[in-house]
């Protein structure tokens, strides 16, 4: 009898864990740090960094967010916001300034490996996909893709 009720607590007590669901960033937290890429035109930079988010249930959990601008001579000619956080998917949510009025727009992870992130939202003009890729520690390459036209920018960590 105690043997029984030993295993129906051990039965109860891993299922509980397997329902659990795993918000951790361990799988994307090698996007954390400043990534530059300078050119003629001007230097884009995006930071990453984690930080915690709480939601209406009570759940606490950390999420990635980013920061991106593009700075030519000294003006601020592009910058937008990042929030890349994990439901059963990741998403990948981003708000750009003077775009879609105000309003994020949603990208889901298709790709989620240890040197590559693949966001996808078919509905959207333009970018349908976005691509990170990392190179080397040091070397990270994103691009922005959809509708036969790309974008790639190939970054340098410095910080």
Same mark, same amino acid.
């Given at each position: 009898?105690?043997?029984?009720?030993?295993?129906?607590?051990?039965?109860?007590?891993?299922?509980?864990? @397997?329902?659990?669901?795993?918000?951790?960033?361990?799988?994307?937290?090698?996007?954390?740090?400043?990534?530059? !890429?300078?050119?003629?035109?001007?230097?884009?930079?995006?930071?990453?960094?984690?930080?915690?988010?709480?939601?209406?249930?009570?759940l606490t959990y950390d999420r990635l967010e980013a920061k991106s601008t593009f700075i030519k001579n000294g003006d601020t000619?592009?910058?937008?916001?990042?929030?890349?956080?994990?439901?059963?998917?990741?998403?990948?949510?981003?708000? @750009?300034?003077?775009? !879609?009025?105000?309003?994020?727009?949603?990208?889901? @992870?298709?790709?989620?490996? !240890?040197?590559?992130?693949?966001?996808?939202?078919?509905?959207?003009?333009?970018?349908?996909?976005?691509?990170?890729?990392?190179?080397?520690?040091?070397?990270?390459? @994103?691009?922005?893709?959809?509708?036969?036209?790309?974008?790639?920018?190939?970054?340098?960590?410095? !910080?």
């Amino acid at each position: 009898m105690k043997y029984r009720i030993l295993l129906l607590l051990l039965v109860i007590i891993f299922s509980i864990n @397997a329902c659990q669901k795993d918000y951790s960033t361990q799988e994307v937290d090698w996007l954390i740090g400043t990534w530059e !890429n300078k050119t003629e035109d001007g230097t884009f930079t995006e930071t990453w960094y984690r930080t915690k988010n709480e939601t209406k249930e009570g759940l606490t959990y950390d999420r990635l967010e980013a920061k991106s601008t593009f700075i030519k001579n000294g003006d601020t000619l592009f910058q937008e916001e990042v929030i890349l956080f994990k439901m059963d998917k990741w998403i990948y949510s981003v708000m @750009a300034s003077n775009q !879609n009025d105000g309003k994020a727009t949603l990208f889901t @992870a298709t790709t989620v490996t !240890n040197n590559e992130l693949i966001f996808e939202n078919p509905e959207h003009d333009f970018p349908k996909k976005i691509t990170y890729k990392i190179v080397n520690k040091d070397s990270l390459y @994103a691009e922005i893709s959809g509708d036969g036209k790309s974008q790639g920018f190939p970054f340098k960590k410095v !910080n």
